[in-house]
């Protein structure tokens, strides 16, 4: 079992940066991907980010690159999330996820393990 926990979503205007954490306990990570996905009212889940807990090895949404950054501290066991140059179609509930598929999975439904979410609010 892995446990999730996020922080650090608030209230931003337009072209602000927030940086969300996520702090894991319960398992080593070393097998797995961590990533960040976000829910905005009325849609689905959508992929932002993940990353390979050994290697840092990363991958982002189209929508993201260049604005978010993830990356990990293995001595927190902990999983941030920078976002940059924020815009306010980035407004959602942003989850922190783990799985132990291999690779950089994108889809919601590879990650067994969730966060709690944190909101995420982009003002014009």
């Known amino acids: 079992q892995v446990r999730l926990v996020e922080s650090g979503g608030g209230l931003v205007q337009a072209g602000g940066s927030l940086r969300l954490s996520c702090a894991a306990s319960g398992r080593t990570l070393s097998s797995y991907a961590m990533g960040w996905f976000r829910q905005a009212p009325g849609k689905e889940r959508d992929f932002v980010t993940t990353?390979?807990?050994?290697?840092?090895?990363?991958v982002y949404a189209d929508s993201v690159k260049g604005r978010f950054t993830i990356s990990r501290d293995k001595a927190e066991n902990t999983v941030y999330l920078q976002m940059n140059s924020l815009k306010p179609e980035d407004t959602a509930v942003y989850y922190c996820?783990?799985?132990?598929?291999?690779?950089?999975?994108?889809?919601?439904?590879?990650?067994?393990?969730w966060g709690q979410g944190t909101q995420v609010t982009v003002s014009s």
């Open positions: 996820a783990a799985t132990d598929f291999g690779g950089l999975p994108r889809k919601p439904d590879y990650y067994a393990y």
């Open positions: 990353i390979r807990w050994s290697s840092g090895t990363t």
